[in-house]
């Protein structure tokens, strides 16, 4: 059975930094693109950022790019995402989502984490 | 960006209603396309993928159609379990976006 449990998210202040990790089991997880996908609260699904299977492939939302760093080890079965420069724009529950397919990009979001909240305030 | 537009954004409906939610592209994405059921503070869930594959595990009264910028999602008997937000999503191109989720209510 695949899983995927989500960490990092809490309190951080505006300018502030913040890691998100994703911790992945039951699929062979270097075979798989993976997806960070956030919802703001009460709001709808905004895709954030994804990468390849071996990490080489990174793609960005112009909302993050540049800020956002997303990266995986694939010998922890882990994917994480660096947030740097937050603001209260990305305040949202962060969900980690496994991509359906081997290649780059892959979008099909097969599996998903429970979410963790990133709020950014003062 | 490619814009997804779903409609309605609502709606009411009663146990073994047929309910039918659409949800067109800005530009044509082939069969690029993707259902999604959301239940409140769950994560989503991927029902339809390449505008009419069944996810594995999920009951075949949903269904799926469409191709190039027109996509229906159908529930033939809406059920208890179905009350839910649904959303569509494009996977044709990066970024792949997301239309803004329909909610079904009981009636």
């Known amino acids: 059975e695949v899983q995927l449990l989500e960490s990092g998210g809490g309190l951080v202040q505006p300018g502030g930094s913040l890691r998100l990790s994703c911790a992945a089991s039951?699929?062979?997880?270097?075979?798989?693109?993976m997806n960070w996908v956030r919802q703001a609260p009460g709001k709808g699904l905004e895709w954030v950022s994804g990468?390849?299977?071996?990490?080489?492939?990174?793609y960005y939302a112009d909302s993050v790019r540049g800020r956002f760093t997303i990266s995986r080890d694939n010998s922890k079965n882990t994917l994480y995402l660096q947030m740097n420069s937050l603001s209260a724009e990305d305040t949202a529950v962060y969900y980690c989502?496994?991509?359906?397919?081997?290649?780059?990009?892959?979008?099909?979001?097969?599996?998903w984490g429970q979410g963790t909240l990133v709020t950014v305030s003062s | 960006d490619i814009q997804m537009t779903q409609s309605p954004s609502s709606l009411s409906a009663s146990v073994g209603d047929r309910v039918t939610i659409t949800c067109r592209a800005s530009?044509?994405?082939?069969?690029?396309f993707n259902w999604y059921q959301q239940k409140p503070g769950k994560a989503p869930n991927l029902l339809i993928y390449?505008?009419?594959t069944l996810q594995s595990g999920v009951p075949s009264r949903f269904s799926g159609s469409g191709s190039g910028t027109d996509f229906t999602l159908t529930i033939s008997s809406l059920q208890p379990d179905d009350f839910a937000t649904y959303y569509c999503?494009?996977?044709?191109?990066?970024?792949?976006?997301f239309g803004g989720g329909t909610k079904v209510e009981i009636k």
């Open positions: 999503q494009q996977s044709y191109t990066t970024p792949p976006t």
């Open positions: 530009q044509s994405i082939s069969n690029y």
């Open positions: 990468l390849s299977g071996s990490g080489g492939a990174t």
């Open positions: 989502a496994k991509g359906q397919c081997s290649g780059t990009p892959c979008y099909n979001l097969d599996s």
């Open positions: 039951g699929f062979r997880f270097s075979n798989y693109a």
């Open positions: 390449a505008a009419s």
